[in-house]
């Protein structure tokens, strides 16, 4: 009953910046976390940021303050903004909407070059 498309992927150099966006179509958005994972190949999907429905935020230890995630109610969106950006943050971004199942995007590709 409800959709999320990522957008805002792309390649970049180390140190810059992007911000990914997921539009959440259905409804119920304002009450539940939303969240970004990320999936680099070989690897298994990380956690990369969460914010609750009372705008609570954590993220993922490697994040050190380089990336926030933010939401807008009025248009049924989450955001991460992702700073200093580095090779190693190269992955699939995927926004999920936890509910009791998660609901998860299609992803987007973050590409960082040096």
């Known amino acids: 009953q409800e959709r999320l498309v990522e957008s805002g992927g792309g390649t970049v150099q180390t140190g810059g910046s992007l911000t990914l966006s997921c539009a959440v179509s259905?409804?119920?958005?304002?009450?539940?976390?939303m969240g970004w994972y990320r999936q680099a190949p070989g690897k298994q999907r990380e956690f990369v940021a969460r914010?609750?429905?009372?705008?609570?935020?954590s993220y993922g230890d490697f994040v050190k303050g380089r990336f926030t995630i933010s939401r807008d109610n009025n248009k049924n969106e989450v955001y991460l903004q992702m700073n200093n950006l580095q090779p190693e943050d190269t992955a699939v971004y995927y926004c999920?909407?936890?509910?009791?199942?998660?609901?998860w995007g299609q992803g987007t590709q973050v590409t960082v070059s040096s």
């Open positions: 999920a909407l936890l509910a009791y199942e998660t609901v």
């Open positions: 259905g409804t119920g958005f304002s009450g539940v976390a």
């Open positions: 914010i609750t429905n009372i705008f609570l935020t």
